[in-house]
């Protein structure tokens, strides 16, 4: 044994240290430790469950998650079903998990949490791995690197804030434990995936399929998919054109974890990888059919019913009465009419100067053009000869907001500026432009079209000049059955004027108000052969305001005694007045309130010509009441509107359909009948008769040029005082249509304007086109009507010997069919001859059933 050792072994000796003492020595010190390792775990316990009932404390209550309705957009449709508009502050679109595609939810899962449905709420393998990136940017001011789970991010997007802070993350893990408890793995990613913000205004994964793609998810790619998987983590950064780099970098790695996981096979995931980020921007539907100012006035109903937040975060799913056929032919027709009047008032000028040395693109693209008037396009001069002028057109912008790189350019012809005398000229009716320098010089910034030959082919690289028109008007087309519009057009462009002239413009109807008057006085006993007088009549107005003359369009002319049917179609303004002051002021304001035209019409005559205001909806409002026999109509934009669970809250068809309900199916029953309870405002048969007097005004009066179409239409025309406005109202068996031409600060339009010469056109143009394919089937004739033949000038039965003028078929009620003859003051009894000449003391009307003229 060593000395060492001995020195050692003598030393325990002399302390009294033996194998005993040593082992008791050890014992204790364990005990100590775990002693001592017992109050630490103690104490660690009773802090962390301090801390949890600390931060456990102001905990937001999560079982609201359980009624969760985040804010959903208002989606508007047409009557076929096409997208119309949209409505939201977060525009957003609710899909349930069962309707997600498997391919969508996994390329989330890789990208934020694929070990989603393994972990209790949170990851504990992810935390060591932020950790770890903590210590090492510790001081760099870098954002800490996240580790939340999906249920985590719930937990913070809907209970908690953004805030960047331990305080926040040891309560988002509290919360997304106890989420993990209350609710289904499968109920938490679907609110995950409903409430993630995703870029470009879109939330959630519905939303932004749309945005991005113009897709349902159902159609969504890989490469698509793992593109809005990537999103989350910054969907501001991770721009597809700003930043196209890099998004294609997270998206790729979207795609690798998929395939890691095994949810893509890699021959898939290679192909993903090669296809370029294509992002297809969505297109405005209600440009697609010209329906911004349809749209706009569903927007301000429904705000109106049911209140901002309900419109804007409700998630209501509105179907309108819009046709999108008939609305793109309304709005064909309209603009057509408006560019071709004011194309003859001559060329105004360009619209404003543009240096086009350098890049004249980016220059021309900063100046705002109508997006709503396709094809025109906005384009600068830029050079110009006596034959033609090269223009170029405005550049598009992509989605990242910069300018497109491409310069489109073309040629005006002398073909596309023959109608652009200046103004001056064609007031002087000089004759066409015999150059293009005349009219264009470099710098002009104009719109032009696309020009075509005599045949209607687009003549390539050739463009029309074209200018904004300054008159306005507005149309609007409805079902006389149900009150449904099924097209509105409020003006020439949206852009350029949101103001509804359809429905918000209050304009004087001139002789389109005529109809009313008349239908009071058949209503009343009067026949549409009764005789009138249309000759010289002077009004005394009374208290001082002098005598009110009243003439009709052609002053000075008169026919003498006429029917009323013939006076309607010529729409003489003497014999309105003259029915007006018969039958009496307060009747026909009466009728004018019945059918929604006025609310209170003032007691002066002048108002039978129609010198009031009212919208273009409440006259063709006004005229569907004659169209479907004197039945109440209620105009209506929306047919239903349906709340977020498909649950119907407003329904415009209040009629009862009985039989309807046959659980059982067919057995031979009782076929389903429609039970009408609205008012009759009108009796049946003068409605009639007031619409056969109207298809007269089509078949020889002041609308004939709608006689071309062939087709059974009643309709008036009007023309208001000094021709600031013209109009024309009219109607088929299951159609009406209404319109109005004027300047937005009414002026004339010109001393030859007339409601037959060119708001008529314009509803010939639109009906041409809406009742080609619809067969030519004539007014129903109500039960009670007797079509009796008479002369169309006296109103009398013909003479038996045939002798006379021209006969018509004239409808009447039961027992108002007229007499063989009547008299005139003046002329012998029995005569019933028609005097040529009014006799000075003549009076206004025949009485009915009279046979004498007072």
Known sequence: ?????????????????????VMRFLVRFLGFLFTAGTVVFLVGVAGVAGAIWHFSRDLPDYSQLQDYEPPVMTRVHASDGALLGEYSKERRLYLPIQAMPKLVTNAFLAAEDKNFYEHGGIDFTGMARAAVAYAQNFGSNKRPQGASTITQQVAKNFLLTNEVSFTRKIKEALLAMRIERAYSKDR??????????????????????????????NELTIAEAAYLAALPKAPGTLHPVRNRERSTERRNYVIDRLVENGWVKQADADKARKEPLAVTSRSNAA????????????????????????????????????????????RKAVAAGLVNFDEAQGWRGAMSKLDISGDWGVKLAEIKSLSDISPW?????????????????????????????DRQTGLITLDGVRWAKPVAAAARGKPATASVSQILSPGDVIYADPLFDKEGRQIEGQYRLRQIPEVSGAMVAMDPLTGRVVAMVGGFSFDQSQFNRATQAYRQPGSTFKPLVYAAAIDNGYTPATIMIDGPIEIDQGQGQGVW?????????????????????HSLNTVTVRLA?????????????????????????????????????????AYSMFANGGRRVKPTLIDRIQDRYGRTIFKHDQRECRGCDAPEGWKNQPEPQLVDRREQVLDTLTAYQTTSMLESVVQGGTAAILRELGKPIAGKTGTTSDAKDVWFVGFSPDLVVGLYLGYDKPRTLGRAAQGGRIAAPIAKDFLKLALANKPATPFKIPAGIRLVRIDAKSGTRPNPGG????????????????????????????????????????????????????
């Not at 003598?10 to 005993?20: I, Q, V």
């Not at 002021?585 to 039978?608: C, H, Q, T």
């Not at 003028?805 to 027992?815: D, Q």
């Not at 005097?835 to 009485?847: K, L, V, Y």
């Open 1 to 21: 044994m060593s000395d060492g050792h001995e020195y050692k072994r003598r030393l325990f000796r002399c302390k009294g240290w033996n194998g005993t003492s």
């Open 188 to 217: 938490i990613l679907e609110l995950y995936l409903n409430e993630i913000y995703l870029g470009l205004g879109a939330y959630g994964i519905a939303a932004a399929s749309l945005v991005y793609f113009d897709k349902s998810v």
């Open 287 to 330: 440009h697609t059919f010209a329906g911004e100012y349809f749209a706009e006035e569903v927007r301000r109903d429904i705000f109106e019913r049911y209140g901002e937040k309900k419109l804007y975060e409700g998630g209501l799913s509105v179907r309108t009465t819009l046709d999108p056929k008939l609305q793109v032919m309304a």
């Open 377 to 405: 396009r906005m384009a600068v001069v830029l050079e110009t000869s006596d034959q033609s002028a090269r223009i170029g057109f405005q550049p598009g912008r992509e989605l990242g907001g910069a300018v497109s790189k």
């Open 549 to 569: 003359r009243p003439d009709n369009f052609s002053v000075g002319s008169y026919k003498g005694p006429i029917t009323l049917r013939e006076a309607l179609k």
């Open 581 to 621: 002051q018969d039958v009496g002021m307060p009747l026909i304001g009466e009728y004018a309130k019945r059918f929604g035209v006025y609310e209170d019409l003032p007691n002066y005559l002048s108002y039978s010509l129609g010198a009031g205001e009212t919208t273009v909806m409440r006259m063709v409002t």
């Open 803 to 854: 002798e006379g003028g021209r006969t018509i078929l004239e409808a009447f009620k039961p027992g108002t069919v007229p007499p063989d003859n009547y008299s005139v003051v003046g002329v012998a009894e029995g005569d019933g001859r028609v005097p040529q000449e009014i006799p000075p003391d003549a009076g206004n009307i025949m009485r009915p059933g009279t046979g004498r003229l007072y």
